[in-house]
């Protein structure tokens, strides 16, 4: 047992030098680093939740107003009652927009644990410790992985949202009352990772740090001679053995050599995400009728939708290529409908209150996430706003929205929207716009400032918008095109 420069880890894994790997011991390192990798991973599994009403432009530079703001452009959208007073023939195609969330900060977070170097740190202790397995390095690389598995477990729970909206819409106005036919499509829904891997780093650093701790003191035996010393290593290196879970060790010519035990390191952290989305076809009618000092309007829309829910979860190392997604999504439809009321006082003044989606709906999910059904429950909002034409150049309107239920949204999450806008508008051609949303709920999203601009000569016209969180938490952006005469 005199044998001298043994090292004390011997399986390597080779790969050819002309594909860029180098050669690297099968250490502790590169089990903790897959599962942080997984965890990093989440940002390419986002799904598409969604907040009340649809993402048309001008709502959204508007800070979201609309039950008592909107056009024919959108009243089939936010309140069909607003149609009744409308004057213009609308053809809207297409209206775009989008919604990407990040309530948590899940992003800044990453970025922040990659720019910390935390991962890094821990190549170079693994690294450290294969070219010279001394105490210090063994320090180092148990450091490394609590360090690292501490920061992971941080990202658990934390979910990615977006939303996609897409449509059209013709309105047709009439004689105190209107009516008009839309074509949409949507989808929305969260992803967030579930890690389940931070116990078996804990217990699997305990038990590195043991045979680490059996590997130097066979060393110092074989160094100084000490058979008697190195026979009591061996013992303590065969009880290790028989109670190990994670770690495989054997000697080699008086080396140890050690594994990991691949099943039973194998991650258990899951991505999950939950999504539905909607094809839908809806027809608004809206009269109006004279009612104190204005005009009261009760406006409907009956609408099909065809839905579809997905519902999955894998895990973290699951390869992409073998996902069927046909396993995780359920297809249903249903008839629904909104009921909108409106008030147009004569002094510019509107009030309006709707109720969207006013039948519960349960849709199937295929439930491999263990969260059951998506339901569709009623909305109710309720929205003020005052237009005014203060001279041929310039009219403007302002508006506020506020709902009035709480809306369920992502996973198990909660939101009550508060919006309010304005708009300037330059001789009927361009449209100045911003606005400000904040949630109510007690889980709340962040607070976004909203802007746009709407350019319209000769009856056409287009809009933009873009609305954004102060950290980027929330980020929106649409656009549509159309014609009004």
Do not use: C
């Not at 048309?56 to 008592?68: L, N």
């Not at 043991?210 to 001679?225: G, H, M, V």
């Amino acid at each position: 047992m005199n044998r001298r420069n043994r090292s004390l880890i011997r399986q390597q894994s080779v790969s050819r030098s002309d594909s860029g790997f180098q050669e690297q011991a099968a250490t502790p390192g590169r089990r903790p680093a897959y599962l942080i990798a997984g965890a990093m991973a989440l940002a390419g599994n986002m799904a598409l939740a969604a907040p009340f009403g649809t993402f048309d432009p001008r709502s959204m530079a508007m800070g979201g107003t609309g039950v008592a703001s909107g056009t024919g452009a959108n009243a089939s959208f936010y309140n069909p009652a607003l149609l009744a007073n409308e004057q213009k023939w609308h053809i809207e195609f297409p209206v775009v927009g989008l919604r990407a969330a990040d309530p948590d900060e899940l992003l800044s977070e990453l970025e922040k644990f990659q720019n910390d170097g935390e991962l890094t740190t821990l190549e170079s202790a693994v690294s450290a410790f294969n070219n010279n397995p001394g105490f210090e390095e063994k320090e180092a690389v148990i450091s490394g992985m609590r360090k690292a598995n501490a920061r992971v477990e941080t990202f658990s729970g934390k979910p990615l949202e977006g939303d996609f909206f897409a449509g059209s819409v013709v309105a047709i106005p009439g004689n105190g009352s209107g009516m008009a036919l839309h074509i949409s499509g949507s989808a929305a829904g969260s992803g967030q990772l579930v890690y389940k891997d931070a116990e078996t780093v804990n217990d699997l650093t305990r038990e590195l740090d043991e045979i680490f701790d059996i590997q130097a003191a066979l060393r110092d035996a074989i160094s100084a001679n000490d058979n008697e010393a190195a026979a009591s290593a061996l013992r303590e290196l065969d009880s290790f053995i028989n109670r190990s879970q994670f770690v495989n060790a054997s000697t080699i010519n008086d080396d140890i050599v050690i594994s990991l035990n691949e099943d039973a390191t194998k991650p258990r952290s899951e991505i999950l995400t939950r999504a539905i989305a909607s094809a839908e076809i809806g027809f608004s009618y809206a009269r109006s009728f004279d009612f104190g000092s204005g005009k009261l309007a009760i406006g409907i829309t009956p609408k099909f939708q065809k839905i579809t829910t997905v519902d999955f979860k894998a895990d973290v190392d699951t390869d992409p290529d073998t996902i069927a997604i046909e396993n995780y999504r359920e297809d249903s439809s249903s008839f629904n409908l909104d009921i909108g009321v409106s008030k147009h006082y004569n002094n510019g003044v509107t009030t309006g209150i709707v109720a969207k989606n006013l039948v519960s709906q349960r849709f199937r999910t295929a439930n491999v996430t263990g969260r059951g059904d998506i339901e569709q429950k009623p909305q109710l909002r309720f929205g003020a706003a005052h237009a005014k034409n203060w001279n041929p150049a310039i009219g403007t309107t302002v508006a506020l929205d506020v709902d009035i239920t709480e809306n369920e949204v992502a996973f198990d999450g909660k939101s009550r929207q508060l919006g309010v806008g304005a708009e300037l508008d330059f001789y009927s051609t361009v449209q100045l716009r911003m606005g400000y949303r904040t949630d109510l709920s007690a889980e709340n999203h962040a607070d976004t400032l909203t802007a746009g601009l709407g350019i319209s000569p000769f009856g056409m016209h287009i809009d933009l918008a873009i609305s954004a969180s102060a950290n980027l938490e929330q980020a929106y952006g649409g656009i549509q095109f159309g014609l009004r005469y």
